[in-house]
């Protein structure tokens, strides 16, 4: 513009392919109101919207007077339509989109990322393994909405460590949004690779490989339902799992698209209370009790992970604000903690490469957004 504007413009006219995540929008109506009012010029600017793969495009477009005052806004995460005479801009009464939340933000724009998925792949309906935590049931919930009810199943794969409680709000969940669920205990097939194991296993304590055993069971019986009626398989890690390592290749990590996987957990806490904002759609057990993966006896998150309040801030300022281990020491944050953080982000990056497409709602989500050395070390 600076050096179009000496031909005398009387209109700029921006042609965006703009990618959402959740504070884009009000950092490009700030760039736009700059250049109107820098070049004194109304602007018309047009978004593109919808998703590929990963990037989700929330249209948003707008006609903007000279003054830097919107005039007219489009719809988000939908195509909009209309028409406007740019010689009556200036004083045109303003007709401008509802204000949405952050969470409102994440979820409309990750239903609209489910339903292109599908719809420009030729896909009809998903699957996912149903546990009775709050990751599935939330995305669960977002798949229904974007694909419907009919064209969404579920798979209770209860274990020896699954909690009654778990199966009972994973089945109310299942029935309060009306779709088809399967249950299928996982008891007798795990014991059966742990009597073929016994011989290699025997004397040494039970840890994280059978851990992982039950998570690799449950993906091998999940791909063969889709692999068998043709459901894709969405995943339901978060993002503050995929940051630290806390699932299992070929297990829980599974799925032709990551849902959720730039959702932190304590996002995912809010999206499921959004989703309730009418009515209590997933049950408010699975909302209020402590996250656990339930792979062995009274397992609960925080047993290896700070409280996600605290891993969630540490891991935006190292992920998002691209911070080192001494400025957020500096911030307040206890140094053993922020080290053990963040040796597990780097340690993990190999999980990260062998994930599903990550539908990206953040300014800097994992995949083609944050691309690390799997070996690579530049932290002491």
């Known amino acids: ?223 063969a339902f889709s692999n068998k009626f043709g459901n894709i398989l969405l995943n339901t890690s978060n993002k503050s799992e995929a940051a630290v390592g806390y699932g299992t290749l070929y297990g829980d990590m599974n799925g032709g698209l990551a849902v959720i996987g730039d959702v932190y957990k304590t996002d995912v806490f809010d999206l499921a209370k959004y989703m309730n904002r009418n009515t209590e759609v997933i049950p408010w057990n699975t909302i209020i009790k402590p996250p656990s993966a339930e792979l062995r006896p009274d397992q609960k998150d925080s047993d290896s992970l700070p409280d996600y309040e605290i891993l969630d801030s540490i891991l935006f300022e190292y992920i998002e604000n691209h911070k080192g281990p001494t400025d957020i020491i500096a911030m307040g944050y206890e140094k053993a903690t922020v080290d053990k953080i963040l040796r597990m982000v780097n340690l993990n990056e190999h999980k990260r490469y062998q994930t599903a497409p990550i539908l990206r709602i953040s300014s800097k989500a994992f995949g083609m957004g944050r691309r690390i050395p799997i070996v690579a070390k530049y932290l002491n």
């Not at 064209?151 to 009654?164: F, G, K, M, T, W």
């Open 1 to 223: 513009m600076d050096e179009l504007i000496g031909l005398k413009p009387d209109i700029i006219i921006n042609i965006a392919a703009s990618p959402f995540h959740y504070k884009q929008a009000e950092v490009r109506k700030d760039v736009l109101r700059k250049n109107a009012r820098k070049y004194n010029l109304p602007i018309f600017y047009v978004n593109h919207v919808g998703a590929q793969t990963e990037l989700l495009f929330d249209g948003g477009s707008l006609a903007m007077n000279s003054n830097g005052e919107i005039v007219n806004e489009l719809k988000y995460f939908d195509e909009d339509f209309y028409i406007t005479e740019s010689c009556t801009i200036e004083t045109q009464e303003k007709s401008i989109q509802p204000l949405q939340s952050k969470i409102e933000l994440i979820h409309n724009a990750l239903v609209m990322g489910i339903k292109n998925y599908f719809n420009k792949l030729g896909f009809k309906k998903a699957i996912l393994g149903l546990s009775g935590g709050i990751d599935s049931a939330v995305t669960l919930v977002l798949a229904v909405e974007a694909l419907g009810k009919d064209n969404v199943e579920v798979i209770l794969l209860p274990s020896q460590y699954s909690s009654d409680h778990s199966v009972k709000d994973a089945e109310d969940l299942a029935k309060n949004l009306g779709i088809k669920d399967h249950i299928i205990p996982i008891k007798n097939i795990y014991n059966s690779f742990e009597s073929e194991l016994s011989p290699f296993f025997k004397g040494l304590e039970f840890n994280i490989a059978e851990e992982n055993l039950q998570a690799r069971i449950r993906g091998v019986l999940l791909m």
